[in-house]
């Protein structure tokens, strides 16, 4: 099976090449890697087009104005010839042996539509932490977070990715979790709890500040869920899994205690027992332990 890699990418110079980097020195490589510039204003192109003279499966295709990631992305699989995608951020990396796991996998379950890998985070230069995800996450698991992680993780069949759409663009966040959702239903999604994906962070500098867009993303994929939820004897367990999913993102994100106060008080509310109270202080402490390694590598 021959595997396209696709990197969407908006003046990052400084990492573009640390990721086609670790798409290329794969322990199986990939048949291409597209990279996606998405309107760049700086010289993040040529320093592309400099290495497509020495890389012949290095392919560009550039976008004189901004379309976001989404779109990016879905125009990579569209010019895509392989038959699995590999989608990569530009700011992040691989683990070499990446894409030789996640392919005997795919052959260890040849209906699964998409496999994922656990993954790393790197604090600057201070602390790493890793995450590992569960071998096999099925649609439920998706409810009230995204066990699976960013695009970076994941390994689609190309059929598959066309038969339900590709990414939605008209999602103002969550999109990777929304297509996760999509392809779960098709079938269960597998996973190499491994982490084999490098994140990193520099001051928190990658995630989203926009909080409309954020909230109006979590909320989009509750109410997408609604319906699915209510129908479930738990279902006043699940819904307090995301309050306290909003909890972790008003303070990772927005350091809003008021807000992680409210969501953590209708998680109580939507599961009133002891086993609730124990996840809100757990969620605490996580959340605490995060934001202390981003303040400290930003510092």
Not at 8 to 25: C, D, H, Q, T, Y
Not at 79 to 104: I, T, Y
């Amino acid at each position: 099976m021959k595997v396209s890699v696709i990197i969407p990418v908006k003046n990052r110079p400084e990492v573009i090449l640390r990721a086609i980097g670790s798409a290329f020195a794969q322990s199986v490589r990939p048949y291409e890697v597209i990279v996606v510039d998405d309107g760049s204003t700086d010289q993040t192109p040529e320093v592309v087009e400099e290495l497509m003279q020495s890389e012949p499966a290095l392919k560009l295709i550039r976008n004189e104005s901004s379309s976001g990631a989404p779109t990016a992305r879905n125009q990579g699989a569209n010019s895509a010839e392989g038959d699995l995608l590999a989608f990569l951020d530009s700011d992040d990396c691989w683990k070499e042996n990446k894409l030789e796991s996640q392919l005997k996998l795919l052959q260890m379950y040849p209906q699964t539509p998409a496999v994922f890998t656990g993954f790393e985070f790197h604090y600057g230069d201070r602390q790493k932490k890793t995450s590992r995800t569960p071998d096999t996450v099925a649609r439920s698991d998706l409810y009230s977070r995204n066990v699976l992680g960013g695009c970076s993780s994941a390994l689609v069949r190309r059929d598959v990715f066309a038969q339900v759409g590709g990414f939605k663009p008209e999602m103002p966040s969550c999109q990777d979790w929304e297509l996760w959702l999509r392809l779960a239903d098709i079938g269960d999604l597998k996973t190499i709890p491994e982490p084999l994906v490098v994140y990193y962070f520099d001051g928190g500098m990658r995630i989203s500040k926009n909080r409309e867009n954020v909230e109006n993303g979590h909320n989009m994929i509750f109410g997408l869920l609604q319906d699915e939820i209510d129908k479930r004897p738990d279902s006043g367990v699940v819904k307090a899994h995301q309050h306290l999913r909003m909890a972790e993102v008003y303070l990772k994100q927005f350091d809003d205690i008021s807000a992680v106060i409210t969501s953590l008080g209708r998680a109580i509310i939507s599961s009133p027992s002891p086993g609730c109270l124990f996840l809100v202080f757990k969620r605490l402490a996580q959340i605490v332990y995060y934001k202390t390694l981003v303040r400290e590598s930003g510092s």
